[in-house]
């Protein structure tokens, strides 16, 4: 098994220009969810979702939507890239709400 | 809802000495507790988790954590510690239903020689 596994692992963006970070998970996990995480903090909830075709925000989901077609995929969208959304992006899932939440290895996304 | 406190941002140590990582949550149900480690340029890997029954709880690379109830912690330790045990560890809570999941602020532990 892969597990998680985010494409690209490096991108940088111009101010508007936009961009889906991919998120594929072999587990058949049910609950997935999008972290930021920015130097010197913790992480961010964007946005999670608790199975295929239900998603609901996290605590900074102004300027990112997302969408999820499958149980595997979690596609990250960010329409108008903006400074602020320089970041390291981590896709994560679990196979419920309050189990262990398994991590891919990330992406880093500089918006200049 | 939850929420969780590390207390130390940075902990330094020289190499086999023991470090305690310190970890307070609060919550008004009761809680899963995880600890999560993650390396340079790495994502998020798992150390050990308490869902129920013994207090101690054994994890990975020879750390452990003991869950104290009546102050609320989750504590994570390791007796003699290792130049690869660099990293940022973060607690993590979750509620004992729905799907609310929240990590801690992160401490990074850095292993002098």
């Known amino acids: 098994n892969a597990g998680v596994t985010q494409t690209p692992k490096f991108r940088i963006l111009k101010i508007g220009q936009s961009m889906t970070l991919q998120c594929t998970q072999d587990m058949n996990h049910n609950y997935m969810y999008w972290y930021r995480q920015d130097p010197g903090m913790g992480l961010k909830l964007i946005y999670y979702?608790?199975?295929?075709?239900?998603?609901d925000k996290g605590e900074v989901p102004n300027g990112y939507n997302v969408s999820r077609s499958t149980t595997e995929d979690f596609p990250l969208r960010l329409e108008l890239a903006a400074p602020s959304q320089t970041s390291v992006y981590f896709c994560?899932?679990?196979?419920?709400?309050?189990?262990?939440?398994?991590f891919g290895p990330g992406t880093r996304l500089t918006v200049l | 809802a939850q929420s969780v406190t590390q207390l130390d941002s940075q902990v330094p140590v020289f190499e086999e000495a023991p470090v305690e990582l310190r970890c307070n949550y609060s919550s008004s149900v009761s809680v899963y507790l995880f600890w999560y480690v993650q390396y340079p340029n790495q994502g998020l890997q798992l150390l050990l988790k308490?869902?129920?029954?013994?207090?101690l709880v054994k994890g990975i690379n020879g750390f452990e954590a003991e869950f104290n109830k009546s102050q609320t912690s989750f504590h994570l330790r390791k007796p003699s510690v290792h130049i690869s045990d660099t990293a940022e560890y973060f607690c993590?809570?979750?509620?004992?239903?729905?799907?609310?999941?929240?990590f801690g602020p992160g401490t990074r532990l850095s292993v002098l020689p």
């Open positions: 993590a809570v979750s509620a004992s239903y729905g799907q609310n999941f929240v």
């Open positions: 979702s608790v199975g295929a075709g239900i998603t």
């Open positions: 994560a899932s679990s196979a419920q709400g309050r189990n262990e939440q398994f």
């Open positions: 308490y869902l129920s029954g013994s207090t």
